[in-house]
């Protein structure tokens, strides 16, 4: 099967599978949909992780910020999902920049304890700011979103939504990390003394980095808000950064169809294993632990390969 048919079939599946699936039934269409989700936040922290080579474990911190921004601006400013969800992806890049501009510097570990802290830290914010987020007691009754007088209320619905911004951030991250901008990431990922040698400013390709993946993870919480219409801080803890995180690392960094493959299976494989739920999140993690073992580049590996890396420096250094 070439490309062009294989992306036939994939959309063709894409389209009619949710029709069966709320026929069947109505929670696996939510599951689907829960898929959607954490593909635009594994594919946002690839930027971070697979692109930049950035060890962050805050994600769900910009996850949540996108969620309460959209709750606040829906409900206090009565803003149309529309407008508040580039609004408030914007204000998650914006946060994703203010994080990255002092962390840039730090390595390693180092980066990881500080991103943890800044995702705990707003963790924190949600649950103590009472009078702008209710704490605890979270924010509900948020709108759904409504075009020409049509109301988003059935799953079906909000999966074609969830679709189309699940296509919008894979073009985007695609276009960007397999341009001069995406091989310039990968330069400082792998040498940034290298990088430096010809030209490119590790700082900025860093920054841009947590920028993006922020921006997109924002533009997930946003949806996320309105289609369950109600946020709390219990669905942006640390576990979540690390579920993000292992979805990137089982897929394969640097690999945006592996991003995918990595939420649908870590959000597929619980469901699956529910029948034996005494043991399903020992066996996921047993399956983990294999996978890592036999193949540690992630199922879907990484495109970038090693051997071409000192040829794309040249050709970067020489734009």
């Given at each position: 099967m070439n490309k062009k048919a294989a992306m036939a079939a994939a959309a063709v599946l894409a389209i009619v599978l949710p029709i069966v699936l709320q026929l069947v039934n109505d929670y696996l269409l939510h599951v689907v949909i829960m898929i959607g989700i954490f593909s635009m936040l594994s594919l946002s922290l690839n930027v971070i992780i697979g692109y930049a080579g950035q060890f962050a474990l805050g994600h769900a911190a910009f996850y949540g910020i996108g969620a309460y921004a959209a709750a606040l601006l829906m409900l206090h400013f009565h803003l149309s999902f529309w407008i508040a969800l580039p609004a408030s992806a914007a204000i998650a890049g914006l946060f994703g920049f203010l994080l990255g501009s002092p962390v840039i510097r730090l390595r390693g570990d180092y980066l990881g304890i500080v991103t943890l802290g800044f995702g705990e830290i707003v963790r924190l914010i949600f649950v103590g700011?009472?009078?702008?987020?209710?704490?605890?007691?979270?924010?509900?009754?948020?709108?759904?979103?409504?075009?020409?007088?049509?109301?988003?209320?059935d799953k079906l619905e909000f999966y074609y939504l969830i679709l189309l911004l699940v296509l919008i951030t894979y073009v985007v991250i695609h276009r960007l990390v397999h341009s001069g901008v995406g091989l310039s990431l990968l330069t400082v990922r792998e040498d940034e003394t290298l990088a430096q040698s010809v030209g490119i400013r590790p700082n900025y390709y860093k920054l841009l980095a947590f920028t993006v993946g922020g921006f997109f993870a924002g533009a997930a919480g946003a949806f996320w808000a309105t289609y369950?219409?109600?946020?709390?801080?219990?669905?942006?803890?640390?576990?979540?950064?690390?579920?993000?995180?292992?979805?990137?690392?089982?897929?394969?960094?640097?690999?945006?169809?592996?991003?995918?493959?990595?939420?649908?299976?870590?959000?597929?494989?619980?469901?699956?294993?529910?029948?034996?739920?005494?043991?399903?999140?020992?066996?996921?993690?047993?399956?983990?632990?294999?996978?890592?073992?036999?193949?540690?580049?992630?199922?879907?590996?990484?495109?970038?390969?090693?051997?071409n890396f000192y040829g794309n420096v040249k050709k970067v250094g020489n734009k």
């Open positions: 700011w009472v009078d702008l987020t209710r704490g605890p007691m979270g924010l509900p009754g948020i709108p759904a979103p409504s075009l020409f007088g049509f109301v988003f209320r369950i219409s109600y946020v709390s801080p219990d669905a942006f803890r640390y576990l979540d950064s690390v579920n993000i995180l292992a979805m990137v690392i089982l897929g394969g960094a640097a690999s945006l169809p592996g991003s995918v493959l990595g939420a649908v299976i870590l959000v597929a494989a619980p469901e699956i294993l529910r029948y034996v739920s005494d043991y399903r999140m020992i066996l996921l993690g047993l399956a983990i632990v294999l996978m890592m073992i036999f193949k540690p580049s992630g199922f879907w590996g990484e495109q970038y390969r090693k051997r």
